[in-house]
């Protein structure tokens, strides 16, 4: 077997030299004029003249590159790193959302890649925390979308020897069980605060209203994961949503019978309500409604 030969380590990027400009051209300054001394040392040969004039020339050479070396050279790498460093600082503060389709650059590193993971990690450990408010939840489910969505346009590019195609196909496995987890939390929160409200909605178009946004927080769900057993499940939820509605109104028609005088029907109307609900004795989510409804037959039959 032949020996692997390992990929040489990506150096981050060094500070470039700088010095305040003092600092700097009272150095060149020095060499200059050691230059100068020098130039005469080395080619002594009697007639000053000349000597004198190589020298000058060597010293102003020098001083002129000194300049265009910080002015142009020195100042451009200088530039270059305070832009690496801003973009870089950047990302940090928000991994993945930096590295969108307008601001992308050439490639998703390592590091960037470690940042990214590490920012989900903090924000689904936040969300954990404070379990039942679902917009932690969204929050963390979108941010492993948009990782994902980077990733998979990433590995077609990596090369098949890179660390990076290890590093990105872990990352994508730990965002998909990150997604999966805050995903379904999310719906199973927001659909039941959902239906809740369009049970104690006061009108029929609140219950609508309310009823619409829990079918439709589930109907989301299930197109990221339609297999999931516990989003079929939550099939059973959506009918719950609808007969609710269904309850409430003939429980709101039939308490204005009763205001209006009209017993008979109002008895009617309460008990097209309890046969909707089903003859199940087990404390569930009507179980309350169904002893209102058969304390107000009980009260209007008595009166």
Known sequence: MGTRTLPPKRKLARKPFWLPASSFYFLIAAIAVASFFLVIGIFSTGNQEPELVIAGLTSSGILIAGVIVREVVLRHARERYILERNRLDSNLRNPVAAFSEKTAPAKFTLEMNSAALDHIRKKSEAAKVFRRLPAGHKEVFELCEEYQRIVSAEIPNVHPDSPRLKALIRGNKEASKVHKWHLLM???????????????????????EFAQKAIRTLEFALTRYPEEPELRDSAELLDEVLLSIKIAGFVSDAEEF??????????????????????????????????????????????
Do not use: C, V
């Open 186 to 208: 999310w719906a199973e929160i927001e659909s039941r605060s959902f239906a809740s409200e369009a049970r104690e909605a006061q009108n029929a178009e609140q219950r609508g």
């Open 258 to 303: 009763a205001l209006s005088g009209d017993r008979t029907s109002a008895i009617g109307t309460y008990k097209y309500a309890l046969e909707s609900i089903g003859e199940d004795s087990d404390p569930g989510p009507f179980f309350e409604i169904r002893e209102r409804i058969e304390r107000a037959i009980e009260k209007l039959e008595t009166e």
